[in-house]
C-alpha cells in the first residue's frame, strides 16, 4: 500500500540519479535505526543492502514503526553476510566505507550514480579486516573529538546520502 501525501507538502520534481545509490547496511543491531535508513532509501530511490546477521527480524514492531508505511517503497536486498554480498558483486561497482577510523572526510570523495555506501554496525563498525583491505575507500564524517564517540547510524547515513545526491546533480528540476 503507497503512503498517503502529506497534506502541507508542496510538490517540487527533483531529477534522481539512474542508476539510484545503492545502501549497504552490515550486520545492523538497532531496528528503528535500519527503520529510519529504509525510509531514506524510499525517500530518494536509493536501494537498500542488509548484510546479515540481522540483530533483529524484519517483522521486528520498532523496525516497522521506524520506517512508517513507506515498507512498500523501499527496494531491498537481503545477504546472509558479507562473504554472500560480495559473491554477488560483478566487479565493476564503487564502493564507498564510513568509519570513525577513516582519515578522509565523505566530502573529499568523488561520487557517481550507482556508488556504493556501505556502513557497519551499532556499536562495532565495519570489521577491522574489511576497512584494511579497502583504507583508500575509507571516509569519515568530522565529530568533535572527546565529545561524541560517533553519531547515529541514520544520521551518518542520511549525512552521506545526500553529499552523495548533492555531488550527483540532484536537484530540482527546470520549468520550461
Known sequence: MKP????RIQPVEFTWPQPPFQVVLVEPRIPPN?????RLCAATG??????GPLGFRLD???LRRAGLDYW????IERYTGITDFFRQRNGDERFFYYSTAGSRCYTEAHYRPGDWLVFGNEPDGL??????ANAESVYTIPL???????????TATGI?????????????AKAE
Not at 34 to 38: C, D, R
Not at 46 to 51: D, E, F, Q, R, W
Request: aromatic share 2%; net charge neutral; glycine share 8%.
Open 72 to 75: 512498500s517503497s523501499v527496494a
Open 46 to 51: 536509493s536501494v537498500l543492502h542488509l548484510v
Open 127 to 132: 570489521p577491522d579486516a574489511l576497512l584494511d
Open 34 to 38: 535500519t527503520g529510519n535508513i529504509a
Open 144 to 154: 568533535k573529538r572527546g565529545d561524541v564517540r560517533s553519531l547515529n547510524l541514520a
Open 60 to 62: 521486528d514492531r520498532s
Open 4 to 7: 498517503e501525501p502529506h497534506r
Open 160 to 172: 552521506v546520502l545526500y553529499e552523495a545526491l548533492r555531488q550527483a546533480g540532484v536537484g530540482a
